[in-house]
């Protein structure tokens, strides 16, 4: 199983990021995936949530309305679009694989947000 | 939305025992996960649905439950498990659906 993230990097308050995540070594089309963020030095945050088919789609309550989850089964790729960003979402975001709880991680991508 | 309340710092000698305690209302109703995240990386399950320990995760680690605590024990502490270690479950009160403990900084002195 591997998760690569990408699509992070430096944008400033307001404005917008697309991240991205790879899938390979398993049939990504039959797990559901997250996005978990963790702050600079702080804990885990879980951010959202995408079923298999995308009929369940969930968020936290701190990018509800600014985020939004997407995947692409046909080519094992998940999405985030981040909208309204500001300096509280700067984090290491990671995606993750499973409903539940967290089987597989990837190495994470960091957005930063600051002027 | 509740919460699952850790402690920040659990610090033991090695080959001593380390037990990380998460407590939450929901966690009579619901299962608990660990995550153990050393510095610069992933974090990584080690423990499942309570007590169901993680393919290759060594034998000193366990997890127990009793009604709204759950525990993660270390037993013969390691140096290399120094790390922190993180709680989640599921949060059904419909504000965040997972949520995680902020998470207890294991020492090996």
């Known amino acids: 199983v591997k998760l690569v993230e990408s699509g992070g990097g430096l944008v400033k308050p307001g404005g917008s990021l697309r991240l991205s995540c790879v899938a390979s070594?398993?049939?990504?089309?039959?797990?559901?995936m997250n996005w978990v963020r963790q702050a600079p030095g702080k804990g885990l945050e879980w951010v959202s949530i995408?079923?298999?088919?995308?009929?369940?789609?969930y968020y936290a309550d701190s990018v509800k309305g600014r985020f939004t989850v997407s995947r692409d089964n046909a080519n094992n790729s998940l999405f985030l679009q981040m909208n309204s960003l500001g300096a509280d979402d700067t984090a290491l975001y990671y995606c993750?694989?499973?409903?539940?709880?967290?089987?597989?991680w990837g190495q994470g991508t960091l957005v930063t947000v600051s002027s | 939305s509740y919460e699952l309340t850790q402690p920040p710092s659990v610090s033991v000698s090695p080959g001593q025992t380390a037990r990380i305690t998460c407590s939450g209302d929901?966690?009579?109703?619901?299962?608990a996960y660990w995550y153990q995240q050393k510095p610069g990386q992933a974090p990584v399950v080690v423990i499942y649905?309570?007590?169901e320990k993680s393919s290759g995760i060594p034998e000193r680690f366990s997890g127990s439950s009793s009604g709204t605590t759950v525990t993660l024990t270390i037993n013969e502490v390691q140096a290399e498990d120094e790390a922190d270690y993180y709680c989640?479950?599921?949060?059904?009160?419909?504000?965040?659906?997972?949520?995680f403990g902020a998470g207890t900084k294991l020492t090996v002195l």
């Open positions: 995408i079923s298999t088919r995308s009929d369940y789609i």
């Open positions: 929901t966690l009579a109703k619901k299962y």
């Open positions: 993750a694989r499973g409903e539940n709880y967290f089987e597989y």
């Open positions: 070594g398993f049939n990504f089309s039959t797990y559901g």
């Open positions: 649905k309570d007590t």
């Open positions: 989640q479950s599921v949060d059904n009160s419909g504000s965040s659906h997972y949520v």
